[in-house]
């Protein structure tokens, strides 16, 4: 057969099963990555959602407590006896004038006694109240929001309003006198929720416990319960998760996100096909290419196998003699200017050389020395090229929920941060920088961290100004945070501290970097140190190999620069801590 048929035959016969196995793979897995991609953009945007809720409500206790701490709210509270009509007047115009001025979204406010006094700043009758939820005697500990009901009292009687019960203190010995609760329209919450989007279908809405649905851009189901709804089917029981089902006969992907301090969950629900949309062209587009490659090489291969097989073939059988030692080997000279005329008298050249060469094995030895120098500082240059892009992408995937969810300003110092950490990474003037470069970097670094975890992510850099004058390797301590972010803040939901010191060791200087995170079991442990020697004798002996990312890297590098005696040690307590260790020259620069 000849033998560009062959290599027709032979590229079909592995490309196309290849390309079966890819789509019968992809296809497979394609529904996992819809529920992954998913499930991760549902989880920061109810994570921003559960902030703005809990914040919004806990500025109503923080609002109130001026008018609550009133001489005329306290008397009315705290008195025995009847209230004159005149006090009572009194007490309802400064509630109202207050609420009115501060929470515009108000729809009724009403202060109740320990023993049912009620004010209300509408003077309304307490009799219009009796079938509200929260109207009892109970007089809770902390403020308590009750979920979304149907107003009954005139004012806004059929509609629905969130209830906001405040405990009121007695200034005077710090015991609960009485309550008051403000009932609110949805509209503040329908603006949190409305600039929150996960596609262009994609809604959130909340659950409280007994399955009330407290929000919902659709109005007629606020108030109400889910099983009244459409959205019965949807599992209450199931939470950091992603699933599929159908909703009104559409296939949806639905996440629920666990309890908030209110024990209220926020629900996502998104349209499938808007998922899968991008990997479906993704996948048509795929298979184009391919069969356009496929076309274009049935075209090629006879060309191809008259102008580089033969040539080939005839190569290979002079290199055969030139192993076999006849060095007087010689390969036909033409005069063209395609690859195979240059290789032709590479060739040549090669071979008259290679008797030279074999004269001057002392000289070509001190040469060889030389460039294996060379080849190591190249090698140092190369190594310190290989940042992992992980920090940009993730970073860059917070700035784009953040552009949705937050203000600008976050938008700004994780912008600033970033350009900064991105512009340092990428210089490579220098060889070497001062310990108070990399610290800077590095508190940039924190800063993006601090964005992504706001609430609970902690950071602390206790290095003595003294030692900020020594001379370090670039991109050291970056990469080693970079690893306790992944490995201890993120699986923590950012419920970490990462903590920088350094200390002198006789001629050296030691930074540590510490997290509070998991640690690292023994095997694994044993695994990278071993990973550690291996990467700088492979280096050592061929600096054209090696490398690697992250912990590897920066070890490979201080190793090839300072000496083996220097690096990274690592030590892990099993659930507690981990401590990694750079020691480096202490050189201080001039």
């Given at each position: ?26 296809r497979a897995l394609f529904g996992n990555v819809i529920r992954d991609n998913f499930l991760k953009l549902s989880e920061n945007a109810t994570e921003s959602l559960i902030y703005q809720l809990e914040y919004y409500f806990s500025g109503f206790t923080k609002s109130t407590q001026t008018l ?40 009724s406010a009403v202060l109740i006694s320990g023993d049912m006094r009620i004010v209300s700043m509408g003077n309304e009758d307490a009799g219009n109240f009796l079938n509200e939820p929260w109207y009892n005697n109970y007089l809770p500990a902390v403020t308590t929001v009750l979920p979304t ?94 699933y599929v089902m159908y909703i009104s006969g559409v296939k949806s992907l639905v996440s629920m996100s666990g309890p908030g301090s209110q024990q209220w969950r926020i629900v996502s629900v998104v349209d499938y096909s808007e998922m899968d949309g991008e990997l479906q062209a993704a996948q ?307």
């Amino acid at each position: 057969m000849p033998i560009k048929r062959k290599m027709i035959l032979g590229f079909l016969s592995v490309c196309l099963p290849a390309l079966l196995l890819m789509l019968i793979v992809s296809r497979a897995l394609f529904g996992n990555v819809i529920r992954d991609n998913f499930l991760k953009l549902s989880e920061n945007a109810t994570e921003s959602l559960i902030y703005q809720l809990e914040y919004y409500f806990s500025g109503f206790t923080k609002s109130t407590q001026t008018l609550l701490s009133d001489g005329m709210v306290q008397d009315f509270l705290t008195a025995n006896s009847a209230y004159s009509a005149q006090d009572l007047q009194g007490v309802e115009k400064e509630l109202r004038s207050y609420i009115y001025f501060n929470f515009p979204e108000t729809v009724s406010a009403v202060l109740i006694s320990g023993d049912m006094r009620i004010v209300s700043m509408g003077n309304e009758d307490a009799g219009n109240f009796l079938n509200e939820p929260w109207y009892n005697n109970y007089l809770p500990a902390v403020t308590t929001v009750l979920p979304t009901h149907m107003a009954e009292y005139p004012v806004w009687r059929g509609h629905p309003a969130m209830s906001i019960v405040i405990p009121i203190y007695d200034i005077s010995n710090i015991h609960i006198v009485g309550k008051l609760v403000i009932d609110i329209s949805l509209n503040e919450i329908a603006k949190m929720f409305g600039e929150t989007k996960i596609g262009k279908t994609g809604v959130f809405f909340i659950l409280s416990p007994d399955n009330t649905i407290v929000y919902h851009p659709n109005k007629e189901w606020q108030g109400v319960d889910l099983s009244q709804t459409p959205l019965s089917v949807i599992k209450t029981d199931i939470s950091g998760q992603a699933y599929v089902m159908y909703i009104s006969g559409v296939k949806s992907l639905v996440s629920m996100s666990g309890p908030g301090s209110q024990q209220w969950r926020i629900v996502s629900v998104v349209d499938y096909s808007e998922m899968d949309g991008e990997l479906q062209a993704a996948q048509k587009a795929t298979i184009l290419v391919f069969l356009l490659i496929i076309f274009g090489l049935i075209l090629l291969v006879p060309f191809i196998s008259g102008t580089i097989i033969k040539p080939l073939v005839e190569f290979k059988r002079l290199m055969g003699r030139v192993a076999e030692g006849d060095l007087s080997t010689r390969a036909e000279d033409t005069q063209g200017k395609n690859e195979f005329s240059q290789l032709n008298r590479s060739f040549n050249t090669m071979t008259e050389q290679l008797s030279e060469l074999m004269t001057t094995v002392a000289d070509m030895k001190v040469r060889e020395m030389e460039l294996i120098l060379r080849q190591k500082e190249a090698a140092i240059a190369a190594l310190q090229n290989q940042i992992n892009p992980h920090l940009l992408y993730n970073s860059l995937d917070i700035i784009k929920s953040i552009a949705y969810l937050e203000e600008v300003p976050k938008i700004v110092t994780m912008a600033s941060s970033l350009g900064d950490v991105y512009r340092y990474s990428a210089q490579l003037t220098e060889a070497e920088v001062t310990l108070r470069d990399e610290i800077l970097n590095l508190e940039k670094y924190f800063e993006i961290i601090k964005v992504r975890f706001p609430k609970n992510f902690e950071s602390q850099i206790l290095v003595n100004e003294a030692f900020y004058n020594c001379a370090c390797q670039r991109l050291i301590l970056q990469p080693i945070a970079e690893n306790s972010v992944k490995y201890a803040v993120e699986p923590r939901g950012g419920k970490s501290v990462i903590l920088v010191s350094a200390y002198s060791d006789g001629g050296d200087l030691i930074v540590e970097i510490a997290d509070d995170g998991p640690g690292i079991p023994e095997k694994r442990l044993t695994f990278i140190k071993r990973q550690f020697i291996g990467n700088s004798d492979t280096i050592n002996k061929n600096p054209k190999q090696g490398g690697g990312f992250g912990l590897s890297n920066v070890h490979a590098r201080l190793v090839l620069k300072y000496g083996e005696k220097y690096g990274l040690r690592i030590d892990s307590f099993i659930g507690r801590a981990t401590v990694v260790s750079v020691r480096i020259p202490y050189k201080r620069v001039k």
